[in-house]
């Protein structure tokens, strides 16, 4: 079993910037393409960021310029870094991976 676990979210004004965090842990036998997820209030949950095993990404059009994803394999760790942020970001964020998705965490960006 493969427990994802995100961190780093908060409020933060319109302009700022956040650092998500994910780390999976449990039977891990190999890197495995990790992705970002968000769902903001009354919508579907979207695709955001994604990073493959050998570290290519891509990004959702209405968040490119202003999000690096990037990932550090000896810790088995997803980054989100958000920068530029917009009251439209605001979401709860996941992260998926191995099969399996973390709790979420809550981005709120005030204007």
């Known amino acids: 079993q493969v427990q994802l676990v995100e961190s780093g979210g908060g409020l933060v004004q319109a302009g700022g910037s956040l650092r998500l965090s994910c780390v999976a842990s449990?039977?891990?036998?190999?890197?495995?393409?990790m992705r970002w997820y968000r769902q903001g209030p009354g919508n579907q949950r979207e695709l955001v960021a994604a990073?493959?095993?050998?570290?290519?990404?891509s990004y959702a059009n209405s968040v490119k310029g202003r999000f690096t994803i990037s990932r550090d394999n000896a810790k088995n760790t997803v980054y989100l870094q958000m920068n530029s942020l917009k009251p439209e970001d605001t979401a709860v964020y996941y992260c998926?991976?191995?099969?399996?998705w973390g709790q979420g965490t809550q981005v709120t960006v005030s204007s």
């Open positions: 990073i493959t095993a050998g570290g290519s990404t």
């Open positions: 998926n991976s191995y099969g399996k």
């Open positions: 449990g039977s891990i036998l190999s890197i495995s393409a």
